[in-house]
């Protein structure tokens, strides 16, 4: 029997990390950390900080992570290149599980953000339990998610008295689903079509990328008013650093 931790480590800052997953990491064997393409990498390279810091006593094992094809909105394709990504993650977990970590030991599998909100670790793991191939025990320990982070960066409220929030992947808001019932909070807009793009002038957007990071950049106002700069220094920052993760809040 294996013990695996699916540990949330916050949106970028080492003070995302709760007591919780702090204790965690102190206490595992060892630490899977999955490589990404190009200079994403920079991702992992601020995971491994975070595993040398509070995890000195265990063994870190790195690969390449499994592909994943990106840079489409249309909803069918993307959800079956999502599944065949998070079946070929599957199989990598799955393996690095059993031939890594020692019977009896313990692993960390390290979420950015929230492993509850926009993570396929959790559905992951719980596939490994169903499939039987390796034994494991697990628990998930939250971190600070994107939206918090950015509600924080913003000293704003997600919601507002008598108001819903939704949570919502950039697509859809490009795509065009009805929005007016809600407000909206926008994450995984990786797309070069942008969310602000189909949301209406009127609505009040407040920004953030690479948040709790040295990078962070935050913008907020009137979103007809703001579009684009927001649309400009998300360009700048995605050409200097060849990769980027915003979130924004639009209320409408």
Not at 97 to 114: C, N, Y
Not at 165 to 173: E, G, M, Y
């Amino acid at each position: 029997m294996r013990t695996v931790h699916v540990v949330g480590i916050g949106a970028g800052s080492p003070g995302h990390l709760t007591l919780d997953a702090v204790d965690a990491l102190g206490s595992v064997d060892v630490v899977l950390l999955l490589h990404k393409r190009g200079r994403a990498d920079e991702l992992t390279d601020a995971r491994a900080d975070l595993a040398a810091r509070f995890a000195p006593q265990a063994t870190i094992v790195r690969r390449q992570d499994a592909h994943r094809e990106r840079g489409t909105t249309e909803e069918g394709h993307y959800l079956q290149t999502t599944q065949e990504w998070r079946d070929e993650r599957l199989a990598l977990y799955e393996d690095l599980i059993a031939t890594e970590v020692p019977d009896g030991g313990s692993v960390a599998l390290l979420a950015w953000g929230d492993p509850g909100i926009y993570d396929g670790t959790v559905d992951t793991v719980e596939r490994i339990v169903e499939r039987g191939n390796v034994e494991i025990t697990w628990t998930v320990i939250p971190g600070i998610s994107a939206p918090a982070a950015l509600t924080a960066a913003h000293r704003v409220t997600m919601t507002r008295t008598g108001r819903p929030v939704a949570v919502t992947p950039a697509r859809q808001v490009i795509a065009g689903t009805p929005t007016e019932r809600a407000d909206l909070v926008v994450m995984l807009d990786g797309a070069d079509s942008h969310g602000v793009d189909a949301a209406p002038d009127d609505a009040t957007v407040y920004w953030g990328a690479y948040l709790g990071t040295p990078d962070e950049a935050l913008i907020s106002g009137r979103l007809g008013d703001v579009r684009d700069e927001i649309l400009r220094r998300r360009a700048e920052l995605r050409e200097r650093k060849g990769w980027i993760m915003d979130t924004y809040l639009l209320r409408m």
